[in-house]
């Protein structure tokens, strides 16, 4: 088991910028693939940014964004304190959203492919949003 705990969710305007921050306990030595999703109100589950915090040899630090997000957001990874985070930038109101945090065992590449439904471990969500 994993557990998942979200944090750094706000308000705040057009423009700004808010950092998340995933902290993950438990049994972490194996789930290396953990990503963020985001859901808005009437809307599905969207990926937003994946990383595969595994072995550098094996593809750790790997990454992948949704098109809405690059150049914009940047995940990245702390693996002393087993937290990733995901720094927001230049936000807009279409950001806004229950952010999630999510984790499981897939290795590599294959790690950045997954969609929502296919991860196990789930944090609570932290909202963020975005005000014009």
């Known amino acids: 088991q994993v557990q998942l705990v979200e944090s750094g969710g706000g308000s705040v305007q057009s423009g700004g910028s808010l950092r998340l921050s995933c902290a993950a306990s438990g049994y972490t030595r194996n789930n290396n693939c953990m990503g963020w999703f985001r859901q808005a109100p009437g809307k599905e589950r969207e990926g937003v940014a994946i990383i595969y915090t595994g072995d550098i040899y094996a593809g750790g630090g790997s990454t992948y964004y949704a098109d809405s997000v690059k150049g914009r957001f940047t995940i990245s990874q702390d693996n002393a304190k087993n937290t990733v985070y995901l720094q927001m930038n230049s936000l807009k109101p279409e950001d806004t959203a229950m952010y999630y945090c999510?984790?499981?065992?897939?290795?590599?590449?294959?790690?950045?492919?997954?969609?929502?439904?296919?991860?196990?471990?789930w944090g609570q969500g932290t909202q963020v949003t975005v005000s014009s």
């Open positions: 999510a984790a499981d065992s897939w290795v590599g590449a294959s790690c950045l492919v997954q969609e929502s439904a296919d991860f196990r471990y």
